[in-house]
C-alpha cells in the first residue's frame, strides 16, 4: 500500500466518524451499516439497551444506447426496529455466517417495520458518492430481498441462530425427459 492510498484510507475514516457522529446516537448502532457498506450484505446488532440492523436494497440502472449502467446500493439502518406487519410467505436457501450449509427457511415477502431511527444510504458507484440521511417516515415497507434481509437479520436478534432445514434434506431429481424425471438414489 502506498503512501497516497493510506492517505486515502485515512481521509475515508474520519469522513465516516464525522458523518456517524452527526446523527447524534450511540456509535455502535451503526455498525450494521458500516458492515453493509463494506462487505455488503443485511447485519445486526444488539446490546442489553438497544438494537439496529441494516437492510441492504439494490438498484440496477442500465442504458441500453450506451450499453452501460450502475447499480445503487440503498442501506436502511432501523435503530430498534419493530415488526408492524408480515404478509406472506417464501420459502428460499439461506447462508449464515454461523453455519457451513445454507439451510431452507420460510420469510415473509412483505415487511412493515417501523423504526426509533431509520437513516438511509443511498451509495452510488457512478458518481461515487454515499448520500446518507435520516428519514422523517419511520415506518417502511420492504418487499423481496430486502424483506428476506430485514426478517433474517431480525431473527438473528430474538433468537440468535437461524433455523432452517438443511440442505442435505433435499433430494436430487434427474430430468430425463420432458416430463419424465427418476430420483436419484
Avoid at 446490546?47 to 444506447?65: P, R
Avoid at 423504526?115 to 440521511?133: D, F, G, Q, S, Y
Avoid at 441462530?161 to 425427459?177: D, T, V
Wanted: with cysteine; net charge negative; charged share 35%.
Amino acid at each position: 500500500m502506498d503512501a497516497k492510498e493510506i492517505r486515502a484510507i485515512f481521509k475515508f475514516s474520519v469522513q465516516e466518524k464525522n458523518i456517524v457522529s452527526s446523527f447524534e446516537t450511540q456509535e455502535e448502532l451503526f455498525l450494521p451499516f458500516l458492515l453493509s457498506l463494506k462487505s455488503g450484505g443485511s447485519w445486526s446488532y444488539a446490546s442489553a439497551e438497544t438494537k439496529s440492523i441494516a437492510v441492504k436494497d439494490v438498484i440496477t440502472y442500465y442504458d441500453e444506447d450506451s450499453k452501460t449502467g450502475y447499480t445503487l446500493e440503498k442501506i436502511y439502518l432501523f435503530i430498534d426496529p419493530e415488526v408492524i406487519k408480515e404478509e406472506w410467505i417464501v420459502r428460499r436457501l439461506e447462508k449464515c455466517g454461523t453455519h457451513e450449509e445454507r439451510e431452507l427457511v420460510e420469510r415473509p415477502y412483505s415487511i412493515t417495520m417501523k423504526a426509533k431511527k431509520v437513516i438511509l444510504a443511498e451509495v452510488n458507484p457512478e458518481i461515487r458518492k454515499i448520500t446518507i440521511r435520516e428519514l422523517k417516515k419511520k415506518s417502511i415497507l420492504l418487499k423481496g430481498t430486502p424483506a428476506y434481509s430485514a426478517a433474517h437479520e431480525l431473527e438473528h436478534l430474538e433468537k440468535g441462530e437461524i433455523e432452517g432445514i438443511p440442505l442435505w434434506n433435499f433430494e436430487y431429481i434427474k430430468q430425463l425427459a420432458k416430463n419424465e424425471y427418476k430420483k436419484v438414489e
